[in-house]
Each structure stands twice: as C-alpha cells, then as structure tokens.
C-alpha cells in the first residue's frame, strides 16, 4: 500500500472530474451536470454512470501510469500517475 502517491493527470485533468487524492486511494467527483464514467483504459477499473455530484474511488497498490477515459465522452481522458 502506498501511503502517499503523488498522483497526477496528463494532458489534463477531465473537466468536470475533481481529482481528490488520500492514502493511496484516488476520488473522482462529477462536478458537472451530465453523467460521466471513468474507466481505465486497461480495465484495471471503471465506474458506472456517475450522476451530478457522485464519486467514484480506486486504490492504488502499485506504482506506474494508469490512463482512463470517459466512455460517454470521446475527450475527457486523464493519467493516474503513482510515483513510489
Ligand atoms: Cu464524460
């Protein structure tokens, strides 16, 4: 378990996801007014449909990139990045 990984996205942090980050485990908030999903790119993880103001947590136990997207919006893509 990773107490503090610093976690990063790239190329930028999906609009309307907060990127919220404690003890090793990451929180996506929708902060916008439409459904999103975050799923990995791998399917190492993935949500359901995240209505308005719901969340959705992964912990990370290992270090490396973890690239996800959103399957509702061909944009909206973002990298975990979990440093040791
Ligand atoms: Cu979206």
Redesign the pocket.
């Known amino acids: 378990m990773l107490e503090r990984p610093r976690c990063s996205t790239r190329p930028a942090p999906?609009l309307?996801?907060l990127l919220k980050v404690k003890n090793g485990t990451v929180r996506w908030t929708n902060e916008?007014t439409?459904?999103?999903?975050v799923v990995s790119d791998s399917g190492f993880f993935g949500s359901g449909p995240l209505t308005p103001k719901a969340w959705y947590e992964v912990r990370f136990d290992s270090v490396g990139a973890f690239p996800y997207h959103?399957?509702?919006?061909a944009g909206?893509l973002g990298t975990v990045v979990v440093d040791p």
């Open positions: 999906p309307l996801l916008g439409v459904l999103h999903t959103c399957n509702i919006h909206m």
